[in-house]
């Protein structure tokens, strides 16, 4: 890494570009996830919402940087985008994006038994047992891909696209 970069990051490390075959396996392993989604029938939309909320929870500015402008380009809107982190609040997400989301908030804070088991319920309520299975593992790559970004203190760079209106 340059002296730049390095200067940066405050003299983190990207484990990433450190360690390139554990990171190719996280990828792989990604590759894998988002396969399972597509089969269990989570679209691609769905997948950035509980990417997005998981990066959230776990405050990496990269990966909210990089799947809000995926999610964007799959469909979603900035309005939902922008409520996101009120989701339980509005009426703008479906009953089925609703039990996604809560399932991955509980996979990224499992510690809270008491909204895993309600989480867990309302996934059994409004999916299938692949789709749960599909939305925990969504969540269990996005938070691995999170600590790779907080811990190497990945840069979020400006773009030249405008915010839609």
């Not at 909320?53 to 500015?61: F, P």
């Not at 939902?80 to 479906?94: E, I």
């Not at 309520?125 to 969504?138: H, K, N, T």
């Amino acid at each position: 890494m340059t002296e730049t970069a390095v200067a940066a990051t405050g003299g983190r490390v990207f484990v990433d570009k450190q360690s390139p075959e554990a990171y190719r396996a996280l990828t792989s392993t990604a590759e894998a996830v988002r396969g399972v989604a597509a089969e269990a029938g989570l679209d691609r939309t769905l997948v950035e919402l509980i990417n997005i909320r998981v990066s959230q929870l776990n405050g990496c500015a990269f990966c909210l940087d990089l799947h809000t402008r995926t999610a964007l380009r799959a469909g979603e809107t900035t309005q939902r985008l922008g409520v996101l982190p009120a989701w339980r609040d509005t009426a703008l997400f479906t009953a089925r994006e609703r039990a996604a989301l809560a399932l991955a908030e509980a996979t990224t804070h499992p510690a809270d038994a008491g909204a895993q088991e309600a989480a867990y319920d309302a996934a059994r309520a409004a999916l299938s047992d692949e789709e749960i299975s599909a939305v925990i593992w969504v969540a269990i790559t996005m938070n691995a891909f999170n600590r790779v970004s907080i811990m190497s203190k990945h840069p979020v760079r400006r773009t030249a696209a405008k915010p839609s209106a």
